[in-house]
């Protein structure tokens, strides 16, 4: 940004229709569209590919979102659903609260609270405290409601403030 420039990184990644990325210590995540998610240590330059085929958990191959909280899971946001990948074990685990779900984009506050954003149901929130869930969608009778259901983004701003970005509403 001080340059005002962007370089081209070479990493050595086949798939050229990338979606999301990740960094958690010296690997970067990138969500693919069509090829799941790559794994890159960027001090060796090794790569690894986590796809549906070799991990049934992984809801599908096009991967549009990732998040890494405070923890060692990197949450995966899919066109039909969600998972979340344990850095420290390799494990690969789907959320079934998020089942068949586009997940545009996730997010956490700073009550430990995730955020979900799906392209047709709304908003999730996940209580990490108390294992709980609650959806929040479009109500014509709710004027405080969202204005649609195609969540695409979600953006917490410093004071705190939930900004949700939304489809054709």
Request: glycine content about 8%.
């Amino acid at each position: 940004p001080d340059a005002g420039k962007f370089l081209k990184h070479n990493l050595n990644i086949p798939e050229s229709n990338i979606h999301a990325l990740c960094k958690d210590d010296n690997t970067l995540f990138v969500g693919t569209y069509g090829h799941g998610l790559r794994c890159i240590n960027l001090n060796t330059g090794k790569s690894e590919s986590l796809k549906r085929r070799n991990s049934p958990e992984l809801p599908s191959d096009n991967i549009f979102s990732l998040y890494k909280g405070n923890t060692e899971k990197i949450y995966i946001g899919t066109d039909e659903g969600c998972a979340i990948y344990d850095t420290s074990n390799g494990n690969v685990k789907e959320i079934d609260e998020l089942e068949n779900l586009f997940i545009y984009c996730i997010t956490e506050d700073e009550k430990e609270n995730i955020w979900f954003a799906s392209y047709y149901a709304g908003v999730y929130r996940y209580n990490k405290k108390e294992d709980t869930w609650k959806q929040y969608v479009y109500d014509p009778e709710n004027p405080g409601s969202l204005p649609g259901n195609k969540a695409t983004g979600i953006y917490i701003d410093d004071s705190g403030a939930l900004w949700v970005c939304t489809a054709g509403e």
